[in-house]
C-alpha cells in the first residue's frame, strides 16, 4: 500500500510563496495521476490540481489558476504544489492523493490520501 505524507506548510503572509511536497513510499508513483485537495474550516475538500500519470498534462481550479503550479518528479517519487501570490483565503489543510487506477490524465478517484499539511496566510 502507498504512503504519502506531506510536508512544507506553515504560516506566511500575503503575497508570499510557499511550496508544498509529498513524498511516497511504498509504491512507485511512476503510473498514477496526483492531485492536491484543500479543506478550509468548516467547508468540503475541494480539488485544486492534478497532474496526469505522463506529467504532460495539468488541470487546476479557477480559485487557483494562474498562482499555483502543480509538478512531479519520478525520480524521487515525489509531488509538488508551487504556491505564489498566497491570499487568505488560501488558508486551509492541503492534502495529496494518487488515483484509484493507472494512466488518467487527472485524478478522478482518489485512492490514497496523505495527512495533510496546515497553510495558514495571515498579516
Known amino acids: 500500500q502507498v504512503q504519502l505524507v506531506e510536508s512544507g506548510g506553515g504560516q506566511v503572509q500575503p503575497g508570499r510563496s510557499l511550496r508544498l511536497s509529498c513524498a511516497a513510499s511504498?509504491?512507485?508513483?511512476?503510473?498514477?495521476?496526483m492531485g492536491w485537495f484543500r479543506q478550509a474550516a468548516g467547508k468540503e475538500r475541494e480539488s485544486i490540481a492534478s497532474?496526469?500519470?505522463?506529467?504532460?498534462?495539468?488541470w487546476y481550479a479557477d480559485s487557483v489558476k494562474g498562482r499555483f503550479t502543480i509538478s512531479r518528479d519520478n525520480a524521487k517519487n515525489t509531488v509538488y504544489l508551487e504556491m505564489n501570490s498566497l491570499k487568505p483565503e488560501d488558508t486551509a489543510v492541503y492534502y495529496c492523493?494518487?488515483?484509484?487506477?493507472?494512466?488518467?490524465?487527472?485524478?478522478?478517484?482518489?485512492?490514497?490520501w496523505g495527512q495533510g499539511t496546515q497553510v495558514t496566510v495571515s498579516s
Open positions: 492523493a494518487s488515483d484509484r487506477n493507472v494512466f488518467k490524465d487527472y485524478v478522478v478517484v482518489p485512492g490514497t
Open positions: 497532474i496526469s500519470w505522463s506529467g504532460i498534462s495539468t
Open positions: 511504498g509504491t512507485a508513483l511512476d503510473y498514477y495521476a
